[in-house]
C-alpha cells in the first residue's frame, strides 16, 4: 500500500527555520528519487527540491542555497530543512516520488503540510 505522510509545518518568521519531513511506504521510497514539493493559492505545484537513491540533490532557484532536502533509508523518511525563510515560502508542501505515484491514472498526493512564514 502506497502512503506519504508529510509532517513539520507551522508558523514561523521571516528569517527563521523549519524541518519538514515524509514518511514514505517503503516501496515507494527505497527505489525511487523522492522531491519536495510547494503549492500557494492560484499557482501549479512546484518541485523545489529532490534527492535520488545515490543522494544526489537538486534544488529550485527559488529555494536554492536555503534548504537541504536528506533522506533515510532505514526509516524511509525524507526531510527538508528549511533556513533563512521568508514570507513567499508560505504554502502546502507535498512529498512524492519522481516521477509522481500513479494510482488508477491519478496522481497520488498526500495531504501535505501547511507552511506560513510572517511576522
Known amino acids: 500500500q502506497v502512503q506519504l505522510v508529510e509532517s513539520g509545518g507551522g508558523w514561523v518568521q521571516p528569517g527563521g527555520s523549519l524541518t519538514l519531513s515524509c514518511s514514505a511506504s517503503e516501496n515507494a521510497f527505497q527505489t525511487n528519487t523522492m522531491g519536495w514539493y510547494r503549492q500557494v493559492p492560484g499557482k501549479a505545484r512546484e518541485l523545489i527540491a529532490r534527492i535520488t537513491v545515490g543522494a544526489l540533490k537538486w534544488y529550485g532557484d527559488s529555494v536554492k542555497g536555503r534548504v537541504i532536502i536528506s533522506r533515510d533509508a532505514a526509516e524511509n523518511r525524507v526531510y527538508l530543512q528549511m533556513n533563512r525563510m521568508k514570507p513567499e515560502d508560505t504554502g502546502v508542501y507535498y512529498c512524492?516520488?519522481?516521477?509522481?505515484?500513479?494510482?488508477?491514472?491519478?496522481?497520488?498526493w498526500g495531504q501535505g503540510t501547511q507552511v506560513t512564514v510572517s511576522s
Open positions: 512524492n516520488t519522481i516521477p509522481a505515484i500513479m494510482i488508477h491514472s491519478q496522481t497520488y
